[in-house]
């Protein structure tokens, strides 16, 4: 069975483009012009991947992101925004909001070819079911759930990936190139306050939990790595 993926895009002709690519590469898809009916489509069928125009009628693509990952049902669909906004703050609220990745307008072809089948990889190393323990931490990857002496630490989506990127690669430096493409699949060129963020963050709730924060430690001058 082909992968579904779902193409939420208002632009009849971005989106036949969209739709055209994905076909002759061997994906299902199902294109929508709102994310009303989307979630209709939901209900019935479970995309592997959602792709995600922000300039929409009566429902944004932001506010279409924050229902599908606050929700229990489809928080772990990968979703890549495909859009023409393209300040470094509308890719920041777009990851931080929960997108694995962010495609700018115009796009050429094999660009979204590589992107989805990017996506889709990772999507599929995670539904292993696989459990990572560290120092007392033991986090539950296909639940994307994290405890220590059995109680949960409440992490983000990017929060959580951070901590298992880290642990994944324990003892080892990784840059904050590795990093962004581990965790955002975007390169964020000279951008450092997002991670230095989300790292602080993920320090503060270990902390919080009775987890000695300095296990993470900062790489002066090349990015952060996990101790044991």
Same mark, same amino acid.
Request: glycine share 6%.
């Given at each position: 069975?082909?992968?579904?993926?779902?193409?939420?895009?208002?632009?009849?002709?971005?989106?036949?483009?969209?739709?055209?690519?994905?076909?002759?590469?061997?994906?299902?898809?199902?294109?929508?012009?709102?994310?009303?009916?989307?979630?209709?489509?939901?209900?019935?069928?479970?995309?592997?991947?959602?792709?995600?125009?922000?300039?929409?009628?009566?429902?944004?693509?932001?506010?279409?992101?924050?229902?599908?990952?606050?929700?229990?049902?489809?928080?772990?669909?990968?979703?890549?925004?495909?859009?023409? &906004?393209?300040?470094? !703050?509308? @890719? %920041?609220?777009?990851?931080? *909001?929960?997108?694995?990745?962010?495609?700018?307008?115009?796009?050429g072809v094999l660009e979204l070819i590589s992107r989805v089948k990017?996506?889709?990889?990772?999507?599929?190393?995670?539904?292993?079911?696989?459990?990572?323990?560290?120092?007392?931490?033991?986090?539950?990857?296909?639940?994307?759930s994290c405890y220590y002496q059995n109680e949960q630490i409440p992490?983000?989506? &990017?929060?959580?990936? !951070?901590? @298992? %990127?880290?642990?994944?690669? *324990?003892n080892k430096t990784l840059t904050r190139e590795t990093i962004f493409?581990?965790?955002?699949?975007?390169?964020?060129?000279?951008?450092?306050?997002?991670?230095?963020?989300?790292?602080?963050?993920?320090?503060?709730?270990?902390?919080?939990?009775?987890?000695?924060?300095?296990?993470?430690?900062?790489?002066?001058?090349?990015?952060?790595?996990?101790?044991?």
């Amino acid at each position: 069975m082909n992968p579904l993926i779902y193409s939420v895009e208002d632009d009849s002709n971005i989106s036949h483009v969209i739709h055209i690519a994905l076909t002759n590469s061997g994906y299902d898809v199902q294109s929508f012009v709102d994310g009303k009916s989307m979630f209709s489509a939901l209900e019935a069928n479970r995309p592997n991947l959602i792709l995600l125009d922000i300039m929409l009628p009566e429902m944004d693509g932001i506010e279409i992101l924050k229902r599908l990952k606050n929700g229990q049902s489809y928080r772990d669909i990968p979703v890549m925004i495909v859009s023409a &906004k393209s300040t470094e !703050l509308d @890719k %920041v609220i777009g990851l931080d *909001t929960g997108a694995d990745d962010y495609l700018l307008k115009p796009f050429g072809v094999l660009e979204l070819i590589s992107r989805v089948k990017a996506l889709l990889r990772r999507s599929i190393k995670e539904e292993t079911g696989m459990i990572l323990q560290s120092n007392g931490l033991v986090l539950n990857i296909e639940e994307h759930s994290c405890y220590y002496q059995n109680e949960q630490i409440p992490l983000t989506s &990017k929060e959580f990936s !951070l901590l @298992k %990127v880290l642990i994944q690669n *324990t003892n080892k430096t990784l840059t904050r190139e590795t990093i962004f493409t581990s965790v955002w699949g975007y390169d964020f060129v000279g951008e450092t306050r997002t991670l230095d963020v989300h790292m602080k963050e993920v320090r503060a709730k270990l902390t919080k939990a009775g987890v000695d924060p300095d296990l993470i430690q900062t790489v002066r001058g090349v990015g952060y790595k996990w101790t044991e």
